[in-house]
């Protein structure tokens, strides 16, 4: 069965620095989705992608962050100056856009700032 | 504003036994889909269910069965003979004209 892959699966970088994570959809997917999960936490929605430009996003998706679909293949996540509280365990999604339901979780990209 | 209430944060049984997690969820709107979601301790989210609100059938897969229920909004999700790879955390999900609202998650201990 397709799956929705991320990399790296754990990513420690430096306060203050950039950090991209990356992930391939499935490759007849149209809806694209960011979320994250703060260790013990919920998981929570940061935002959404749909024909090469943001759909939706939450008021955790500050002008930190980024979102790109840089070739056919790829949908990335950018933190521009990573802070303390930016570490989690990211998650991508994908949907066939019958309506905002993701239903295709990645594994995951644990980020930890130190 | 959509909503997601699991009131059971945690929960331990004895392999076996069977156990009911309980989601209740508020929204306005008149289609939504209701998910079920497995978070085993490796951290992967695992899709497990998803119903719109316009099917209220009880579904049945092995030994996991989900109670909707339109008129008390709840979307309960029962573990049959519980085993001790069920132990992870649920969680409960909402999706209506809005993106996935997650509940806070159950974590589930299956005891040997």
């Not at chain 1, 499935?26 to 997917?29: A, D, T, Y």
């Not at chain 1, 856009?97 to 239903?103: E, I, K, N, S, V």
């Given at each position: 069965e397709p799956e929705v892959t991320q990399t790296p699966s754990h990513q420690v970088t430096q306060m203050g620095q950039e950090v991209i994570l990356r992930c391939v959809p499935?490759?007849?997917?149209l809806y694209f989705y960011w979320y994250r999960q703060i260790l013990g936490q919920k998981v929570e929605f940061l935002v959404s992608f749909y024909n090469n430009e943001i759909s939706e996003k939450s008021?955790?998706?500050?002008?930190?962050f980024s979102v790109e679909r840089p070739d056919g293949s790829n949908f990335t996540l950018k933190i521009r100056s990573t802070k303390l509280e930016d570490s989690a365990m990211y998650f991508c999604a994908s949907d066939t856009?019958?309506?905002?339901?993701?239903?295709h979780f990645g594994d995951g990209t644990r980020l930890s700032i130190l | 504003a959509q909503k997601v209430t699991q009131a059971q944060t945690e929960i331990s049984v004895v392999e076996k036994e069977d156990v009911t997690l309980d989601c209740v969820y508020e929204t306005r709107d008149t289609t939504y889909y209701l998910f079920w979601y497995k978070q085993p301790p490796s951290g992967e989210l695992v899709f497990l269910i998803r119903r719109n609100s316009f099917d209220e059938q009880n579904e049945i897969s092995g030994r996991y069965s989900w109670n909707f229920q339109k008129s008390t909004s709840s979307f309960n999700f029962t573990i049959t003979a519980s085993q001790v790879v069920d132990s992870a955390v649920y969680f409960c999900a909402l999706s209506g004209n809005t993106p996935l609202v997650f509940g806070k998650g159950t974590r589930l201990s299956v005891i040997a």
């Open positions: 499935i490759s007849n997917h008021e955790i998706f500050d002008d930190q856009g019958t309506g905002h339901q993701p239903q | -």
